[in-house]
Every structure is written in structure tokens, then in C-alpha cells.
């Protein structure tokens, strides 16, 4: 039985929340709900209403952050070693946030062009992060990876008509312990990198897979 994925946003009033079988590099959408919030935003009981009545109670779920609360950056350094980045990354991002980035979650993906190499760095706030898919525990599902607000597979769907049939050919590739987005529309593709909880312990950033 192919597996099926799950996913879900939060945004502003709105939560959407999307089922689909992967299969030839990208998804037949099973399911797609779009329903109001309070202004209050989400709560638990709201939530796990919500995956009680489409049948989701306990499936692993991907979901994206809240707008505004991933920090997204393009940088360039004098080398295109994923290691070396990654170590470098931190003190090329702690200017640009408001808290500590022993506070952050980060990750990047590259971008075309070399010496320098440029690269798309994201970076979240551990807390935030942690909230966020506390809240989706509490809901009663599995939260396995938190996306960055723009490259949102619901968005991505409904913002370029894939649930008319058109638009997106490529939603996403789904692999072992990896969620990665991507999206083709008017004959470009988009390839986005997510961030990945953690898989031991409540501390340290996760490392995302590539489209």
C-alpha cells in the first residue's frame, strides 16, 4: 500500500490541512481542507477536532511555521563543503537575529553559482520550534518536520491551482527521516529545504533534506 502524507499549516484566521499518496516524483492530493480559525489562532482541542473528523489522529504530520517566525537569508561563502558551511553558519546569521543563535535552529540549502558559493540559510528560534510541534502533539498527531513559511506545501498547491490540475508538477519527494518540498510552475522548478526535528533529545537544530 503506498504510503500516504499528511500536512498542515497554520496561517493568520485559516488552517489547511492536505493528504497525498507519493508516486513518480510527486503527490496525488487525496484529501484538501480548508477551514476558518478563531482569531485567537489554534488551540489543542481545536486541532484534534480537526484530525478527528478527516481521520488523521496519530499519523506523522508535516507542517510549517507560522509566518514571520523563520528568519531566511541568502549568504555566500568561499566554500562549497556542506560541513564547512554548516560551521561557519552561525556566525554569518547571529548578526541578523533578535536572540542568541545558541538559541536557533539552522539549516540551508545551496543555490546556483560558485566562488563564492551562495547558499539559502534559514534560521528558527529552538522555542518557537518546540511550541510549535508541542502544540501538534498535544493535537494528537506526530509532527515530523517543521518547513519555512514560503516553500509551504499547502501553499505551493493552492497558490499555483495544483488542486485544479494544473501548475505544480513536482509537489514533493518523500524519503526515510526526510520531508523535502518542491514545486514546478510555468516551466520552473522551485527546490525548497525544511528543517527536521531533531531525532534525539529536545535539543540541537535538525538538518533537512534536499529536493
Partial sequence: MARQATAIEL????????????????????????????????????????FRRHGVVGERVASALPAGRVAARDLEFPFKEAGKIRDALPFAMEPLLPYPVEEAVLDHYPLPGADPWPVRAFAAEQSVVEAHLHLLEQAGVVPTVVADPVTALINGLEDHGALEGEGVVAVAQVAPGQFPFAGGAAGGERHRRVLRRPLAGPEGGGEGGEA
Fill in 11 to 50: 496561517a493568520p484566521g485559516r488552517v489547511r490541512l492536505l493528504t497525498a499518496t507519493p508516486g513518480g516524483g510527486g503527490l496525488a492530493v487525496s484529501r484538501y481542507v480548508a477551514e476558518p480559525l478563531p482569531p485567537e489562532g489554534a488551540t489543542p482541542e481545536l486541532l484534534a477536532d480537526l
